[in-house]
């Protein structure tokens, strides 16, 4: 089981060198451990896993629980449709 921090599929999220603070380097190493725990306890179904990845549009962090064989997305946080309202007020 393995936890994807990003769609690494998506051509509009460029890979650049970041400098991160030891401790935030630590804290991130900490929550993906953690991420891989739940999905290996299989803490949300037999057939989902939970994922992180950043929203290309509004640059957000999103959480989603979704099903290991169809790729489809079960849930999410924030929403669909709070992250175009967020992306339709940055455009006005």
């Known amino acids: 089981m393995e936890v994807t921090a990003i769609d690494?599929?998506?051509?509009?999220?460029?890979?650049?060198?970041?400098?991160?603070?030891?401790?935030?380097?630590?804290?991130?190493r900490q929550v993906v451990q953690a991420v891989k725990a739940l999905n290996a306890a299989e803490m949300f179904g037999q057939d989902n896993e939970l994922e992180?990845?950043?929203?290309?549009?509004?640059?957000?962090?999103?959480?989603?629980?979704?099903?290991?064989?169809?790729?489809?997305?079960?849930?999410?946080?924030?929403p669909e449709y709070l992250l175009r309202m967020a992306e339709d007020l940055k455009s006005t």
């Open 8 to 28: 690494r599929t998506d051509p509009a999220l460029a890979v650049t060198a970041v400098n991160v603070p030891p401790d935030a380097a630590s804290q991130n």
């Open 52 to 78: 992180f990845q950043l929203d290309s549009a509004t640059k957000r962090l999103v959480v989603r629980i979704v099903n290991r064989s169809t790729r489809e997305v079960v849930s999410q946080v924030p």
